[in-house]
């Protein structure tokens, strides 16, 4: 019991004779402190007495990852081993809208915090899904133009009666909990700039601490401290060095970007930005009164670009460690100096004490996209140990046509041993893993009781290759690096195949459920999946890991060995991680579903709106079903040479799959222009492509498209529509 808590029900007792208070004043203080009898405190007493005793608060997720430590393991014991067959439906919330979902919920005294796309917040009764309000910041629809992976949101963070949202368009503002007004709203980046905003804010000390995203498209990444009460803003720390001619930030980074700056090279390192972006993890920890910030890839992803005489590039994909009040800098461990590949150092952070060589340490765990398992002494940032959690080997003993490692291990200071080949300075290389990362932001957990952490990986390649002539193209992505014109790792399961890669590549790709000894760094039980992409996992005192499994399925599987224990279909692509709570003595399972445009799993051609499935024992609710797609309409025909359809098919990759799906296979989530009308029409198609949907988020490609263009990519469209549609039609 917290101190808080203790305090709150004697100062009851004390004014009132309520049946609680007379339950207190004759001594029968274990009745008095049952959850049902206990006084609904909510969003109001969330302060860092709190937060600090979170773990114990078992029927709550007051934070992000659970507790400041996000471990994501939950003591509750209501669902185990023995009974989690029996979980069903409890209830269904349907946001309004239809874009990609990575929230993780908060629950507070059974009222349940959630986001959706565009980042709208949602109030909902926890027992039964029931709208208490939601808060739309109403975000610039642009912003979609230049956000890498959808307008998602990771969710909140609350804190004396209020919460807090950091919106796509770059935004931090405060809601009262209690009846979704907005207090304040503070912009916290510059706009004129390509950023994105989608992690979920921290707070800790009063203040709220958020980054940034954007790396693709040239920006320069850093992490802000605001005032949780007023919005002002307390400190900022850059993540990478700035225009030197500018003089110094004023920042609480000043006194690093020397160091930072002798790794970099060439005169214009700054020019497109640099990266850095701290998009997910920032994590507090009150042990040690540390922040740590989780950072992300280079811009651009070339750096012979970037930094063309080579350097380390700090504080590229690092984690870098500092003051919570001041943003002081004390520490940071760079995961992939001089990162070529989008290998981001953002991904979840966990913290624990783990018991190596007969020592308790204080540990910082991390599974980064670039494929090593982290184990980080957070007292001074020197690494413990660290371990593939994918397949890596010497390019020598590469198989001749198989993807390279980019390193294929770490020396003792936790430097990768690098296979030079994967660096692509010579020539297109086949480099594993891929930017999507062998495991990216969706969170893994972590059980005491198993003492392993519970990691949704993959394997995953992909062709890296200069462009010769880099051009900035400004809010557009600017990576550097070409994209793959067939991107192995998606599938759109209705639409005609894509020709096959060879065997020995499709077999390489592969998802998996690890279940990782951190100590030992090594798995104890895997499970595989059919494809890579999935969501996270949640760790439960019940002997439980759920995990949101390929397909749009949730699973629970034994913690101690892996046996699935039960399974249900959501219908729905699930990126995020389960979590739990209970209510009235009821413990709860909630997952969030929502396809994002880079992830086309079961979204063809219609557009779902994202939603919450909460699961309970006995739970009998029925499942809300989803729209089928319209047929597709009949293309038109345009007379187009070969080498037309080709050019119109590069400039496609170039230029529109990041969003459309690669060859044209869209999902629905935007529209699958295979589908749209506005293929039938010239005019139109050129028009769209010249900024006439610029204001929903469609980029203005004017500049760098000319009209001929435009018709080559729009002959390629029609001739994939016409694939679809006869497939269509022989199915009837
Ligand atoms: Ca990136």
Not at 289 to 307: A, E, F, H, M
Not at 527 to 553: I, N, R, Y
Request: net charge positive; charged share 20%.
């Amino acid at each position: 019991m917290s101190v808080e808590r203790a305090s709150r029900t004697g100062g009851l007792g004390g004014r009132l004779a309520t049946a609680a208070g007379l339950i207190a004043a004759l001594g029968l203080t274990a009745l008095a402190a049952a959850p049902s009898h206990r006084p609904a405190r909510g969003a109001a007493s969330v302060d860092q007495a709190r937060l600090d005793h979170a773990d114990a608060d078992g029927g709550n997720w007051l934070s992000y990852g659970r507790t400041y430590s996000e471990q994501r393991f939950s003591p509750l014991t209501q669902i185990d081993t023995h009974n989690v067959g029996q979980l069903g439906l409890g209830w269904t919330f349907e946001t309004n809208e239809g874009r990609g979902a990575e929230a993780s919920p908060i629950v507070v005294d059974g009222v349940m915090y959630v986001t959706s796309a565009w980042s709208v917040v949602y109030a909902l009764d926890a027992r039964t899904g029931r709208q208490l309000w939601s808060f739309d910041p109403k975000v610039n629809h642009a912003v979609s133009g230049w956000s890498c992976c959808d307008v998602v949101n990771r969710g909140v963070a609350v804190w004396k009666g209020r919460i807090y949202v950091g919106t796509i368009d770059g935004r931090l503002v405060a809601i009262d909990a209690k009846t979704g007004r907005k207090v304040w709203d503070v912009v916290t980046l510059d706009q004129t700039k390509p950023y994105a905003l989608t992690g979920a804010p921290r707070v800790a000390k009063g203040l709220v601490f958020i980054g940034n995203g954007g790396a693709e498209y040239g920006v320069r990444g850093f992490v802000s401290a605001y005032d949780a009460e007023t919005g002002k803003l307390r400190w900022r720390f850059y993540l990478v060095p700035g225009d030197p001619a500018k003089g110094p930030d004023h920042a609480a980074s000043d006194p690093q970007m020397a160091m930072a700056r002798r790794t970099w090279t060439g005169s214009n390192y700054w020019k497109y930005g640099g990266g850095g972006t701290a998009w997910d993890a920032i994590v507090y920890d009150p042990e040690l009164d540390q922040l740590y910030i989780g950072t992300g890839n280079g811009s651009p992803w070339d750096r012979k670009v970037r930094s063309p005489g080579g350097g380390d590039n700090l504080f590229l994909s690092s984690i870098v460690a500092v003051k919570p009040e001041t943003g002081q800098y004390l520490w940071h461990f760079q995961e992939t100096p001089g990162e070529a590949w989008d290998f981001t150092a953002t991904q979840p952070l966990i913290l624990a004490t783990l018991r190596i060589r007969g020592a308790a340490r204080k540990v910082l765990m991390q599974a980064p996209k670039n494929g090593f398992f982290y184990v980080l002494d957070r007292t001074t940032g020197k690494i413990i140990s660290g371990r593939n959690f994918v397949p890596m080997a010497k390019a020598s003993e590469t198989p001749k046509g198989m993807p390279i490692s980019w390193a294929y291990g770490l020396d003792a200071n936790g430097r990768p041993l690098e296979n030079a080949e994967a660096r692509y300075m010579d020539g297109p290389a086949l480099v594993a893993p891929s930017g999507v990362g062998a495991h990216n932001w969706q969170p893994m957990s972590y059980s005491p009781q198993t003492g392993l952490v519970y990691l949704p990986a993959r394997t995953t390649y992909r062709e890296y290759k200069r462009y010769d002539d880099f051009v900035y193209r400004d809010h557009l992505r600017n990576a550097g690096v070409t994209v793959s014109k067939r991107a192995y790792q998606y599938g759109d399961k209705d639409a005609p195949p894509a020709p096959p890669p060879p065997p020995e590549l499709r077999s390489y790709t592969k998802g998996e459920l690890l279940a990782w000894d951190p100590i030992a760094q090594k798995p104890r039980w895997r499970v595989a999946s059919p494809d890579t992409q999935f969501g996270g996992t949640l760790a439960t005192a019940g002997g439980l890991v759920f995990w949101a499994t390929s397909g749009g399925h949730v699973a629970a599987f034994d913690a101690a060995d892996g046996r699935t224990l039960w399974d249900a279909d959501a219908g729905m692509t699930i990126l995020t991680a389960p979590m739990t709570y209970s209510v009235d003595g009821v413990q709860y399972v909630a997952v969030m579903t929502g396809a994002s445009i880079n992830f086309p799993i079961r979204t063809v051609g219609l557009t779902p709106k994202s939603r919450v499935l909460v699961f309970r024992l006995g739970g009998t609710a029925a499942p809300l079903p989803y729209p089928r797609p319209d047929p597709t309409p009949a293309p038109p025909t345009i007379e187009a040479t070969e080498t037309e359809l080709a050019y119109g098919e590069r400039l496609f990759a170039e230029n529109c799959s990041l969003c459309h799906g690669p060859d044209a296979m869209g999902n629905g989530v935007v529209p699958d222009l295979r589908r749209t009308p506005v293929i039938q029409d010239r005019d139109a198609f050129r028009s769209v492509l010249a900024g006439a949907l610029a204001s929903q988020g469609m980029p203005n490609f004017g500049k760098w498209i000319r009209p001929g263009e435009a018709d080559a990519i729009r002959a390629y469209l029609t001739a994939q529509a016409g694939k679809l549609y006869a497939a269509e039609q022989a199915r009837k």
